[in-house]
């Protein structure tokens, strides 16, 4: 298996529990993008199992907190996974993305995750 995510190199991993890991994304959208990925190889979220999500969402909140006291600039925060290629899945090994957001990093944040669909982003 070719996974990147199931041989990530452990000088890469900025924090780990018995079933998943953090690391840096190498594309990231802000500075400090966070990916979350489960130990084991699982290409789709919904074939997780609840110990997996409570790992994952672990180390979610943990470098929520390492993030917020490293750069105090960091005013929100994206969380994203996308689960298939029609939700734009590019690497079949499960990962959640934990995006720092700034202040004025976008002239328009209202919205947020609904920029998936770009027409469906603003609203009312």
């Known amino acids: 298996m070719n996974c990147i995510f199931c041989h990530l190199p452990e000088a890469s991993v900025i924090d780990s529990n018995a079933l ?16 979350i990925v489960p130990r084991r190889h699982v290409a789709d979220y919904f074939e997780l199992t609840q110990e997996e999500i409570a790992a994952m969402h672990a180390l979610l909140q943990r470098q ?16 994203g996974i996308n689960v298939g290629a029609d939700a734009g ?3 079949f090994h499960v990962h959640m993305h934990l995006i720092p957001r700034r202040r004025g990093d976008t002239d328009n944040p209202k919205g947020g995750v609904r920029g998936v669909i770009p027409s469906k982003r603003t609203y009312g």
Request: net charge positive.
């Open 89 to 91: 899945q590019t690497i």
């Open 64 to 79: 929520k907190v390492r993030l917020l006291a490293q750069d105090g600039t960091i005013s929100g925060f994206n969380i």
């Open 20 to 35: 998943a890991v953090a690391f840096y994304d190498k594309y990231p959208v802000t500075a400090y993008h966070t990916l």
